[in-house]
């Protein structure tokens, strides 16, 4: 099949975005030489070939080992640019990129080396490309949430250039809740707050980092269907929801892209857009997933319109710089 022109694509925004995800292997390999660190792992076809998960835990051990190449601040110049050519490539206009700050600085990483590469990639990219892009510090549930405090002190004293923090990682087994000072602390701070939710884990899980964490937006909540309360809950408020079909497939979480809850939540007016997760890990950038839900579904124009709409209505830019891509 010919791939649509850029041209053809609507522009679009992505919110659910991890920084690590998109480090494909060759520039893996290339890193760890510039770096002087040993991948267990021949080449990047063979570490490639390691991306077949059974489920989150699966492929998060994975993304931590590789993550570790990731040394200077221009290794995440390097990493977040790429990221940014491939995706304005799919007609991205907008991104929102999740950066696990905490196991870079428990590698050794100073914290400000990693802010500073990722908004010079991010400066760098808006020149080039003309895609916008903000900083999300991700909180990672499996680590101590005094942890996460702690880093956001961290940031707030070097003023870091971050739009908001989000909650990722393993979710079941690790409760949201104990993160909700850190949370409040962000929004004090005037930071924009979202979440991972209800991936792998229930329902509930969601009415947690609503409720616990104030959180404006939930990372995925795809078994948000199996509680027409919280259905209901997110239909009224109209939470954006940054749904990513193809890591639930990879990740096991939903069996087959074709039983995914996707059409239903948009038949229950859940406020849904389309996103990549990990596009390195998955094999898929936005665009290409928008490709894949097009085929598995027979989603009309005028539905992929109002996915990449919403996107940017979910986004954390501010309203006036909404009104501009819808
Ligand atoms: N970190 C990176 N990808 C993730 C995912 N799909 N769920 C939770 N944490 C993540
Ligand atoms: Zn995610």
Redesign the pocket.
């Known amino acids: 099949a010919t791939r649509p022109t850029t041209a053809a694509r609507p522009p679009r925004a992505e919110l659910h975005l991890?920084l690590?995800?998109t480090l494909e292997p060759e520039l893996a390999f290339a890193l760890a030489a510039r770096n002087r660190v040993d991948l267990p792992f021949a080449d990047p076809a063979t570490l490639r070939a390691a991306y077949a998960f059974s489920d989150?835990q699966s492929?998060?051990d994975l993304?931590h080992a590789t993550s570790q190449v990731l040394r200077t601040a221009e290794d995440f110049a390097d990493l977040t640019l790429a990221y940014l050519r491939r995706a304005a490539a799919g007609g991205v206009r907008h991104a929102e990129l999740m950066v696990?700050l905490q196991t870079h600085v428990a590698r050794g990483v100073p914290l400000e080396d990693v802010v500073a590469g990722v908004a010079r990639g991010l400066a760098v990219g808006e020149a080039e490309l003309g895609v916008s892009g903000l900083m999300i510090a991700?909180f990672l549930r499996h680590r101590p949430a005094a942890e996460a405090d702690g880093l956001l002190d961290d940031l707030l004293a070097l003023g870091a250039p971050v739009a908001g923090v989000g909650l990722?990682?393993?979710?079941v087994g690790f409760a949201a809740a104990p993160f909700a000072p850190a949370f409040a602390k962000a929004a004090a701070h005037g930071l924009r707050r979202t979440a991972?939710a209800a991936?792998e884990g229930p329902a509930w899980h969601v009415t947690e980092v609503l409720d616990a964490l104030g959180a404006e937006r939930v990372?995925?909540g795809i078994r948000a269907l199996e509680d027409a309360e919280v259905v209901a809950r997110l239909v009224r408020e109209q939470v954006p929801l940054t749904v990513?079909p193809v890591?639930n497939v990879r990740?096991g979480a939903v069996a087959s892209l074709g039983e995914h809850p996707l059409p239903a939540m948009l038949a229950a007016g859940l406020n849904v857009s389309l996103n990549s997760?990990?596009p390195s890990y998955f094999g898929g950038y936005v665009d290409e997933v928008d490709d894949a839900v097009t085929a598995a579904f027979g989603l009309t124009r005028d539905q992929r319109a109002d996915l990449a709409a919403a996107s940017f209505r979910g986004s954390f830019l501010p309203a006036e710089q909404v009104a501009r891509h819808v």
């Open positions: 991890h690590e995800g989150l492929f998060l993304y696990d991700a990722a990682s393993t979710e991972h991936e990372d995925h990513c890591s990740l997760d990990d």
